[in-house]
């Protein structure tokens, strides 16, 4: 399977409690998104990075959310001291090429509750 | 402020009917209108995407129908089939060094057999 993958699939965590998600995304792709998706709603736009640069972040992004694209390839979204507003589903996705023929390419998405 | 508002919440189609979901947006600024679709476990896939120099794309049974100066963009399936039953989500962006995608808060389509 070439598509994006996330891990893992599913997180319980207790309140206060740190955790990390994966995204590996397409290859060769250098654009790479997090968004998060609470249940009944659509997707919401957390942060982008093109290559290893972290280029936008939303307002959504709090200080205790930080992400990482080491190398340009796979990512990582770490959420310490986890609260309960932050339990949804975190979704990655990736592209390529020039922005005018982009289409993102979503992954199944890690879904994170927090107790 | 939401930018942008998506209806009917949920939608029952006869199979082979005609199903439409409908999208409105603020910004006249957007230029990227893409449908996704979303089976429940599973992340969101692009459907079918309109930019606003055309008025109406089609893509096999699915059709995007965008009206720039009432600033609406619709979604219709064609001959509804029970495999399409999921929830379809619009989205909108901006160009620029990201494209980042604002979606709508959903629909809930049923195709009943």
């Known amino acids: 399977d070439t598509g994006v993958s996330q891990n893992p699939r599913h997180k319980i965590t207790k309140r206060g409690q740190n955790v990390t998600f994966r995204c590996d995304p397409i290859?060769?792709?250098?654009?790479l998104y997090w968004y998060r998706q609470t249940l009944g709603q659509g997707p919401e736009f957390l942060t982008y990075f093109q290559n290893e640069a972290q280029l936008e972040k939303s307002r959504l992004l709090s200080d205790r959310f930080s992400a990482e694209r080491p190398k340009g390839s796979f990512s990582t979204l770490e959420i310490q001291r986890t609260e309960q507003g932050d339990s949804a589903m975190y979704l990655c996705?990736?592209?390529?090429?020039?922005?005018?023929?982009?289409?993102?390419?979503f992954g199944p998405g890690t879904r994170l509750l927090v107790l | 402020q939401q930018q942008v508002k998506q209806s009917p919440q949920s939608l029952i189609v006869q199979k082979g009917g005609i199903s439409i979901i409908n999208c409105a947006y603020e910004?006249?600024?957007?230029?990227?209108f893409p449908w996704y679709q979303q089976f429940p476990g599973k992340g969101p896939a692009l459907l079918i995407a309109i930019r606003p120099d055309v008025s109406e794309k089609k893509e096999g049974r699915f059709t995007i129908s965008f009206n720039k100066s009432a600033k609406q963009f619709s979604l219709h399936i064609m001959d509804s089939q029970p495999g399409d039953s999921a929830t379809y989500f619009c989205?909108?962006?901006?160009?620029?060094?990201?494209?980042?995608?604002?979606f709508g808060s959903g629909t809930q389509l049923t195709v009943l057999p």
């Open positions: 989205a909108v962006s901006l160009s620029g060094s990201a494209r980042q995608l604002t």
């Open positions: 290859s060769e792709h250098n654009r």
């Open positions: 996705a990736s592209s390529w090429g020039t922005i005018l023929q982009e289409t993102q390419y």
């Open positions: 910004n006249t600024a957007f230029d990227y």
